[in-house]
Every structure is written in structure tokens, then in C-alpha cells.
């Protein structure tokens, strides 16, 4: 089974939303930690709309399970990325418009420059994981990159509103996986998954990590930070 990486981007997002000092998102990953969770995940956004750089570098000295870094493949995150380094990083695709990350990063179309990127992070010893979408040519181009991971693109199976469609879009995931490890990628999934569906993905053989916030967050709102990691990290062990 796949362990948990719980992304706590929404605790900052609370607390920007008075720019002040609580919820504090380092303490946050301290709960989450304690709860069970394998690993913390944070996006450092070039707009700063929720982590801010501070927070980054004291969950660097925190965090006792993994950290993994999300940021976008520009000078200035690579820099921070080779600065801080994280236990490993998630390139994604980011537009200042969005809300959130609406797809997977676009490999077809700057292998080369991302070949670059990829090499500057994994000779510092920082793994690099690629944010796409469950597409064979996409994987393909994820793997010239030299790369040693991949992160699944979860949202369009998570927003499929029929079951066949869910089942399409779990099937695609599926696949992908499997071609992505026959090219020597190892994989990771995320992307709006929530209770009510997040254990059939966790059971695609081959899975290795998924990271969810969102949905926890949420849930922590409600029952607590606690309870809502362990609940989750009961599904996603097989325990209903």
C-alpha cells in the first residue's frame, strides 16, 4: 500500500487570510506528523499566496519524515530548492490566475529545458518528481528527463461524476502507472482525493505515495487534525 503524504498548504492559506500568525503550518506538520502521516507536502508559490519562504525553511529543520517541495521549474525556486534542500522535489505547472493546480506539467513541450532542470536538482541529491497528467506521451517525455518520479495527476478521475467515467479515468491512471515503471519511473498520485475516493487508487499496483491536503484539511476543520490523518491513513491501509 502507499504511504501518505499530507500537503499542508491550507493551513498557511488560513492564516494569510489575516496575515497572521495562526494556524502556524510548522506546528501543523508536527500534528500531522504525530498522527501517522509519512510524509509533508508544501507548495512555494511564486505569488506566496499561502507558504511563505520562512515557513519552508524552518519545516526543513522540523520535519522528522519527508519533506517533498512543489514549485514551479524557474530559476528562482531551483535556487531556493538547492538552498533549503527538501527530501525531494514536485515540479508543477503554475499560473497566477488559478485557484489551483488545474492539470499536469506540459513535459512534450521543454524536455530540454526541464532535462536541465532536473539535473541541477538530482546532482544536489534532490530526487525530482514530475507533476503530469496520466498521458503515454506525456510519461514518455518524463522519462528522457531523467527523473526519478512521477506524481499522477489525480483531478480528472477525482471529478468524474458517473461511475463509468470514474472507472475510465481510474483505469487510465492505472495504466499509466504501469508504463511509467516499466521505464524505470517510480510513482506518486494526488490531486483532489478525498474519503469517498481515494482507496481504489491507492490499490493501482506500483503506488507509492499520495498526497492529499484539501480534503484533510478540511475534514481537520471538523474532527480535528489529528483524527482526519489517521482516518485517512486507514483507508489508504485498507481499512475502510
Known amino acids: 500500500m502507499p504511504t501518505l503524504g499530507v500537503n499542508i498548504d491550507h493551513i498557511a492559506t488560513l492564516r494569510q487570510a489575516r496575515r497572521t ?3 502556524d503550518p510548522v506546528a501543523a506538520a508536527v500534528l ?3 498522527a501517522g502521516a509519512d510524509g509533508i507536502t508544501v507548495h512555494l508559490r511564486e505569488d506566496r499566496r499561502h507558504i511563505q519562504d520562512r515557513d519552508l525553511r524552518l519545516l526543513r ?3 522528522r519524515t ?6 514551479a521549474a524557474t530559476e528562482e525556486m531551483v535556487a531556493i530548492a538547492l538552498e533549503v534542500k527538501p527530501d525531494y ?3 508543477v505547472p503554475e499560473r497566477r490566475e488559478e485557484v489551483t493546480t488545474e492539470g499536469g506539467l506540459d513535459i512534450l513541450s521543454q524536455v530540454s529545458r526541464l532535462q ?3 539535473a541541477a536538482l538530482q546532482g544536489a541529491a534532490i530526487p525530482v518528481s514530475l507533476f503530469i497528467d496520466a498521458s503515454p506521451a506525456q510519461i514518455e517525455a518524463a522519462a528522457q528527463t531523467q527523473a526519478q518520479w512521477i506524481e499522477l495527476h489525480t483531478g480528472p478521475y477525482a471529478e468524474a461524476r458517473g461511475e463509468g467515467d470514474r472507472q475510465r479515468e481510474l483505469q487510465l491512471l492505472s495504466q499509466a502507472a504501469t508504463q511509467a515503471q516499466a521505464l ?3 510513482v506518486n498520485a494526488g490531486h483532489g482525493l478525498t474519503y469517498w475516493n481515494t482507496e481504489p487508487v491507492a490499490r493501482i499496483p506500483g503506488m507509492e505515495e499520495l498526497n492529499i491536503g484539501h480534503s484533510i484539511i478540511s475534514r481537520a476543520v471538523l474532527v480535528g487534525l489529528d483524527r482526519a490523518v489517521r482516518e485517512m491513513q486507514q ?3 485498507g481499512g475502510g
Open 235 to 237: 483507508l489508504i491501509q
Open 184 to 186: 524505470g519511473l517510480r
Open 61 to 63: 529543520q522540523t520535519v
Open 21 to 23: 500568525v495562526e494556524p
Open 89 to 91: 522535489v514536485t515540479l
Open 116 to 118: 536541465g532542470v532536473v
Open 32 to 34: 500531522v506528523e504525530l
Open 66 to 71: 519527508h519533506l517533498n517541495l512543489e514549485m
